[in-house]
């Protein structure tokens, strides 16, 4: 572990462009790697840490609850034993993933025909 890329929870968080809420949330329901302390015993990150909550925000903005998270750290943590599970786990939350396009692109085009009537002068469109 190169001490100068070590960070206290204010600068990781940054880092990771989070909270330092959900840097504590995220330890406390046991998601980031086991914790690294300094000399003064303050909790520290390292770049492992920083790929971790990288990774489980973008899980977490892509639907996967706390739990489902919990239950995906825990297969990585396994080794390779577990890919099978993570495999399926992804395949799943693919799909919802793409389920959550197809409704942002539907809701696009209520939006755009919205403006297209409002663009055109028709004011009682609602």
């Not at 990771?16 to 046991?30: K, P």
């Not at 942002?104 to 403006?115: G, N, S, T």
């Amino acid at each position: 572990m190169n001490k100068n890329k070590l960070m206290r929870i204010g600068a990781f968080a940054k880092a990771a462009n989070v909270t330092i809420r959900t840097v504590r949330y995220y330890l406390e329901c046991g998601l980031l790697p086991p914790e690294k302390r300094n000399k003064n015993n303050q909790r520290v990150f390292d770049d492992e840490d920083l790929h971790w909550i990288t990774n489980l925000h973008y899980l977490r903005a892509a639907g996967m609850s706390i739990i489902e998270l919990q239950h995906y750290t825990t297969l990585v943590r396994e080794g390779a034993s577990s890919l099978p599970q993570r495999i399926e786990l992804m395949r799943e939350q693919r799909k919802h993933v793409i389920a959550s396009i197809a409704d942002k692109q539907a809701q696009l085009k209520v939006i755009d025909h919205k403006l297209e009537r409002y663009l055109a002068g028709d004011s009682a469109v609602m």
